[in-house]
């Protein structure tokens, strides 16, 4: 069983940076696509941003500008890079493969993103 492990959440006032990551457990990382997902309070989970297995990015129009996804094959991981937050980007943020082609792999605890001043 694939097992998911997302850090770097916190409390960051509107126009700050954070860098989130997400380790996956799977020897095959490297061929899936990966997605950020997030999850706000009384909201459905989002599809934020996504990397192919060769690089190739795309990002919710929510996110696009401010956030870039990037990965790290050799060390299963991805990151999120948030610059310029906003309130509106307070959630739980998630990794996970791309839902739309390929199987989900077991949720992660997710990490907490907080956006106030």
């Known amino acids: 069983q694939v097992h998911l492990v997302e850090s770097g959440g916190g409390l960051v006032q509107p126009g700050g940076s954070l860098r989130l990551s997400c380790t996956a457990s799977?020897?095959?990382?490297?061929?899936?696509?990966m997605v950020w997902y997030r999850q706000a309070p009384g909201k459905q989970r989002e599809k934020i941003a996504l990397i192919t297995h060769g690089g190739t990015t795309n990002y919710g129009d929510s996110v696009k500008g401010r956030f870039t996804i990037s990965r790290d094959n050799a060390g299963n991981t991805i990151y999120l890079q948030m610059n310029n937050l906003k309130p509106e980007d307070t959630a739980v943020y998630y990794c996970?493969?791309?839902?739309?082609?390929?199987?989900?792999?077991?949720w992660g605890q997710g990490t907490q993103v907080t956006v106030s001043s």
């Open positions: 996970n493969t791309d839902q739309t082609i390929q199987p989900l792999w077991p």
């Open positions: 799977e020897v095959l990382f490297s061929i899936y696509q």
